[in-house]
């Protein structure tokens, strides 16, 4: 990752968790999402299964971390969450923070953060619903960071290692 990936990465990263420490509480809308996708997932003994595994693997928390730093905080600072946005939607906002200031964007399945200083230095999460993917958008295209289906999911680490939660038959 070029230098100046990191240091974007790391400037929108410490804007999202000091806007995140702010105190905002919101509806959860993506840890709702993944005890809706544990709760469908079989019956009573194969979504305890799911739910431990879920819990080991960390696929609560990154939901619930991604909840309380990205999503509620849009939603606090808002009134919307991109997660249950209505298609056409769209909500824009702008922060300061120690002397930089941001265009936040957020529709439907979509957020993109601007440094408006340096227009084309921007932080952009996009979710395609038919693949049921949220991406993260970086210099060299797309990044995977999470894919469900009716029989399974597949969550892609920052490693490059995927975990991958099957249904049981």
Known sequence: MS??????????????????LAGCFGNFAATRKVYDFNQSFGGKWENEVLFWAMNIVPIYMVAGVLDVFVFNTIEFWTGSNPIVMAPGEEVIKYASQDGKNFKIT??????????????????????????????????TGPVKIVSVSEDKADFYMPSGKVHTLVKPQ
């Open 106 to 139: 957020i529709r439907q399945n979509e957020v993109i953060v601007e440094d408006l200083a340096n227009p084309d230095q921007e932080f952009e999460l996009n979710y395609k619903p038919l693949e049921k993917t949220w991406y993260y958008q970086s210099e």
């Open 3 to 20: 230098r100046i990936i990191k240091l974007t990465s790391i400037a929108m990263l410490a804007v999202l968790f000091t806007i995140g």
